[in-house]
């Protein structure tokens, strides 16, 4: 039993193009040119119920377009796709109920002039939500996403943190079994992104929903999603745990110690400052390298660790998986 | 019975979110009601004795306010900023929301163009047979849902081009020329007459204006209704097609 369910999932697209100039510019009057983007290539992967999986790659890799058609927005050129059993672009509306897809960039849609109570009042009649359901579970979220002082305000008078709080509450008003949440933390400042990691977490664990998260912030990603989907150019590039894949992209690890010695010459300096050092070493060496610190040198603290998700992340970016 | 529900809350959500333009309302207004005033001080002129003129023309303004369609505004320009993407998520059809829409800015027109109206009655010593005004009304709503189709139709272009605008201004000059705005389709010439007769512009404005205006008795409904299954028909086949082709890229 899968929640998403993808097969060799295709998408392309024609877009104008023409070269720059005059002469360019009339002949497109008479002769417009396509070139065509593949957005997606062949893409293939299943999410388990309750699983929460990260889905990142750089910009443009088609992240979004996936969850677009995922969520039913979209037809693809090809390829299958289940979600919960259907196939999202039929756009049934009994299947609509049960997703939910909240975008960062545009957290909140629908009109702009009715306070955040009426959305939420809209959102109970477009989703069926009974009446008592809909308190307790309003009662849960403005104790979850401090919606109190927000439900009088009109949403366009909201700023960025709070748009994003009132587009989480508006989806999950009607609990959505698959949740796909597209940078949710963008633009938001460190407590804000991390109060929506928080209350992400505790969503899932209290329904057993099954979460797909794309997100440049690799935070987010680390504190989520114990599975990563890389995606690069329309295909995915990796799919597993977190972990071996920063163990796959770097060979290394960082020790971090803390000596009144000179520990040099043990391993690659990353970086020093008052006593404080950070030595990249092999990863099959790192046992060795620590006993022979620990014994040559008057050692105050020592620690190893992955490298940081973002540079590890940032490689594959560059340099694709080897 | 859940869809007028939803029909409803929409209706009054869209009414809200467009009163804070009365402004730009009030530019509609005048959009809306300048070609008629032209139909009607040009064919008052070559008619100067005949009071049915002016009469069928303020009926024709009225028309035309409680009609108006800008889906072309509104509709397909969420297809080109991608904001359809929120209505496509929403479990109803996305035409629930482009009702609601046309509804509110139709409400809005015909109370911020009543004045004129009025004033162009009054002025124009205009009197109507209210009876005949009652008859009209089944016409009146066909005509209102025949215009939301045709323009709604010609929206959906947008899925293809991105010059919908004019694409949707064509079909205005159609609606103008034939559908009794331009001239009361009696005094056009007989071939074109006959043309404008068969065609749907006349449903969308000159029908329930005459009616209105007492110079026609009834017995159109069936023409109507014919092209309001018609256009439901081809807008269904080009929703369908064109939802296909919508890649919202980069939004």
Same mark, same amino acid.
């Given at each position: 039993?899968?929640?998403?369910?993808?097969?060799?999932?295709?998408?392309?697209?024609?877009?104008?193009?023409?070269?720059?100039?005059?002469?360019?510019?009339?002949?497109?009057?008479?002769?417009?040119?396509?070139?065509?983007?593949?957005?997606?290539?062949?893409?293939?992967?299943?999410?388990?119920?309750?699983?929460?999986?990260?889905?990142?790659?750089?910009? !443009?890799?088609?992240?979004?377009?996936?969850?677009?058609?995922?969520?039913?927005?979209?037809?693809?050129?090809?390829?299958?796709?289940?979600?919960? %059993?259907?196939?999202?672009?039929?756009?049934?509306?009994?299947?609509?109920?049960?997703?939910?897809?909240?975008?960062?960039?545009?957290?909140?849609?629908?009109?702009?002039?009715?306070?955040?109570?009426?959305?939420?009042?809209?959102?109970?009649?477009?989703?069926?939500?009974?009446?008592?359901?809909?308190?307790?579970?309003?009662?849960?979220?403005?104790?979850?996403?401090?919606?109190?002082?927000?439900?009088?305000?009109?949403?366009?008078?909201?700023?960025? %943190?709070?748009?994003?709080?009132?587009?989480?509450?508006?989806?999950?008003?009607?609990?959505?079994?698959?949740?796909?949440?597209?940078?949710?933390?963008? !633009?938001?400042?460190?407590?804000?992104?991390?109060?929506?990691?928080?209350?992400?977490?505790?969503?899932?664990?209290?329904? %057993?929903?099954?979460?797909?998260?794309?997100?440049?912030?690799?935070?987010?990603?680390?504190?989520?999603?114990?599975?990563?989907?890389?995606?690069?150019?329309?295909?995915?590039?990796?799919?597993?745990?977190?972990?071996?894949?920063?163990?796959?992209?770097?060979?290394?690890?960082?020790?971090?110690?803390?000596?009144?010695?000179?520990?040099?010459?043990? !391993?690659?300096?990353?970086?020093?400052?008052?006593?404080?050092?950070?030595?990249?070493?092999?990863?099959?060496?790192?046992? %060795?390298?620590?006993?022979?610190?620990?014994?040559?040198?008057?050692?105050?603290?020592?620690?190893?660790?992955?490298?940081?998700?973002?540079?590890?992340?940032?490689?594959?970016?560059?340099? !694709?998986?080897? | 019975?859940?869809?007028?529900?939803?029909?409803?809350?929409?209706?009054?959500?869209?009414? /809200?979110?467009?009163?804070?333009?009365?402004? #730009? /309302?009030?530019?509609?207004?005048?959009?809306?009601?300048?070609?008629?005033?032209?139909? /009607?001080?040009?064919?008052?002129?070559?008619?100067?004795?005949?009071?049915?003129?002016?009469?069928?023309?303020?009926?024709?303004?009225?028309?035309?306010?409680?009609?108006?369609?800008?889906?072309?505004?509104? #509709?397909?320009?969420?297809?080109?900023?991608?904001?359809?993407?929120?209505?496509?998520?929403?479990?109803?059809?996305?035409?629930?929301?482009?009702?609601?829409?046309? &509804?509110?800015?139709?409400?809005?027109?015909?109370? &911020?163009?009543?004045?004129?109206?009025?004033?162009?009655?009054?002025?124009?010593?205009?009197?109507?047979?209210?009876?005949?005004?009652?008859?009209?009304?089944?016409?009146?709503?066909?005509?209102?849902? &025949?215009? #939301?189709?045709?323009? #709604?139709?010609?929206?959906?272009?947008?899925?293809?081009?991105?010059?919908?605008?004019?694409?949707?201004?064509?079909?205005?000059?159609?609606?103008?020329?034939?559908?009794?705005?331009?001239?009361?389709?009696?005094? /056009?010439?007989?071939? &074109?007459?006959?043309?404008?007769?068969?065609?749907?512009?006349?449903?969308?404005?000159?029908?329930?204006?005459?009616?209105?205006?007492?110079?026609?008795?009834?017995?159109?409904?069936?023409?109507?209704?014919?092209?309001?299954?018609?256009?439901?028909?081809?807008?269904?086949?080009?929703?369908?097609?064109?939802?296909?082709?919508?890649?919202?890229?980069?939004?």
């Amino acid at each position: 039993m899968t929640a998403v369910e993808v097969e060799n999932l295709s998408m392309s697209y024609k877009a104008p193009v023409r070269k720059g100039g005059l002469r360019a510019a009339f002949g497109s009057l008479v002769r417009r040119e396509y070139k065509t983007v593949q957005a997606l290539d062949e893409v293939s992967f299943t999410i388990a119920p309750g699983e929460v999986a990260g889905f990142i790659g750089p910009n !443009g890799a088609g992240k979004t377009t996936t969850m677009k058609i995922l969520s039913g927005i979209l037809h693809p050129t090809s390829g299958a796709v289940q979600v919960l %059993g259907t196939v999202p672009w039929q756009r049934r509306s009994a299947f609509l109920k049960r997703i939910a897809f909240v975008r960062g960039s545009q957290p909140v849609g629908g009109s702009q002039e009715l306070t955040v109570m009426d959305s939420l009042e809209y959102q109970r009649l477009l989703y069926d939500v009974p009446r008592t359901t809909f308190r307790r579970t309003l009662a849960d979220l403005e104790a979850l996403l401090e919606l109190e002082p927000l439900l009088e305000r009109q949403l366009r008078a909201l700023s960025l %943190g709070e748009r994003m709080r009132v587009g989480l509450a508006m989806a999950l008003i009607y609990h959505p079994e698959v949740l796909f949440l597209d940078e949710p933390t963008i !633009g938001l400042d460190v407590t804000a992104a991390s109060q929506i990691r928080e209350f992400v977490q505790e969503y899932v664990e209290q329904t %057993g929903a099954t979460v797909l998260l794309t997100s440049h912030y690799m935070a987010d990603v680390a504190s989520l999603c114990p599975r990563l989907i890389l995606i690069d150019k329309g295909k995915v590039q990796y799919d597993g745990p977190l972990a071996e894949l920063s163990a796959r992209l770097s060979p290394y690890k960082l020790i971090r110690i803390s000596t009144q010695g000179d520990p040099s010459s043990f !391993g690659e300096v990353v970086d020093k400052a008052d006593g404080r050092w950070v030595l990249r070493v092999p990863r099959d060496e790192v046992a %060795g390298t620590t006993g022979r610190l620990l014994q040559a040198l008057e050692v105050v603290d020592l620690a190893v660790e992955e490298p940081p998700l973002e540079k590890v992340i940032d490689q594959a970016y560059r340099e !694709g998986l080897r | 019975m859940r869809t007028a529900v939803l029909l409803g809350f929409r209706l009054r959500q869209e009414v /809200l979110e467009w009163s804070g333009a009365w402004w #730009f /309302l009030l530019t509609l207004v005048v959009q809306a009601v300048v070609a008629p005033l032209i139909g /009607l001080f040009v064919w008052s002129a070559v008619y100067p004795d005949d009071p049915a003129i002016a009469r069928y023309y303020v009926a024709v303004i009225l028309v035309t306010l409680m009609t108006e369609s800008f889906e072309q505004h509104t #509709f397909s320009e969420r297809i080109y900023n991608g904001t359809l993407s929120h209505e496509l998520l929403r479990p109803q059809p996305v035409v629930v929301g482009v009702i609601g829409m046309n &509804l509110a800015i139709r409400a809005w027109l015909t109370l &911020l163009g009543a004045p004129i109206v009025l004033l162009t009655g009054i002025a124009l010593q205009v009197g109507f047979d209210w009876w005949a005004v009652v008859r009209s009304t089944p016409y009146l709503v066909l005509a209102a849902v &025949l215009v #939301f189709l045709w323009t #709604f139709l010609l929206s959906l272009t947008a899925f293809w081009t991105d010059r919908v605008h004019a694409v949707v201004g064509f079909g205005s000059q159609l609606v103008f020329l034939f559908g009794g705005t331009a001239a009361p389709i009696g005094l /056009l010439p007989d071939g &074109l007459r006959r043309v404008a007769e068969v065609l749907p512009f006349y449903g969308m404005s000159g029908l329930p204006a005459e009616i209105a205006a007492g110079t026609r008795g009834g017995g159109l409904l069936v023409y109507q209704l014919m092209w309001i299954v018609g256009l439901v028909g081809v807008v269904m086949v080009l929703w369908r097609v064109g939802i296909r082709r919508y890649t919202a890229v980069g939004s």
